[in-house]
């Protein structure tokens, strides 16, 4: 069945640093990937989105990296700031009218 | 503000009970989704229509039924619920039916909590 993987432990970095979360996928071939970004007790925000013939896509501090072959992508904050800490989902997206969600990865900044 | 309201923010019922949860998308978007999130789970796709048409099922299970009107605002229908129901459900908002160029912009959820 399809999966999809992120670190279910927290990412626990110091202000200025880059944080990189991972999104790996299994069973299936998405066309394109988005990620999300979720405070606690609000609903998710779009960050980015990157499609399969793209290998990196930026916007200011972020980075997506996605990888068909490794079946990964990769979200990279740079210069991290405490108020990036939040929970980062990814979603792979075959069926364009699904949107599934791995579980997130919790980061944190401290100063 | 993402521009999808939901209401109410908080719902507190009983088992066996049915309660409606309502969703209003940002102005113009046609594609209403649905989703559930526990604690101990991500956030599980129930159900998505399209200007007025169901289009996608996740694992919505049989007590649930959703709807979406021709105002666009949807809601969702629980019933016979069980304490396992209590979560987050978040309702998402996009323009068109297709993700790729339109990505879901969700309410802050209605909290539901079955005793």
Known sequence: S???????????IQEGKTATLTCNYTNYSPAYLQWYRQDPGRGPVFLLLIRENEKEKRKERLKVTFDTTLKQSL??????????SATYLCAPIMNTDKLIFGTGTRLQVFP | DSGV?????????????????????????????????????????????????????????????????PDLHSELNLSSLELGDSA?????????????????????GTRLTVT
């Open chain 1, 2 to 12: 399809q999966k999809i993987e992120q670190n279910s432990e927290a990412l626990n």
């Open chain 1, 75 to 84: 979200f990279h904050i740079t210069a991290s700031q405490p108020a990036d």
């Open chain 2, 5 to 69: 309201t939901q209401t109410p923010k908080h719902l507190i019922t009983a088992t066996g009970q049915r309660v409606t949860l309502r969703c209003s998308p940002r102005s113009g978007d046609l594609s209403v989704y649905w989703y559930q999130q526990s604690l101990d789970q991500g956030l599980q796709f129930l159900i998505q229509y399209y200007n007025g048409e169901e289009r996608a099922k996740g694992n919505i299970l049989e007590r649930f039924s959703a709807q979406q009107f």
């Open chain 2, 88 to 108: 987050l459900y978040f309702c998402a908002s996009s323009v068109r039916d297709s993700l790729e160029n339109s990505p879901l912009h969700f309410g802050n």
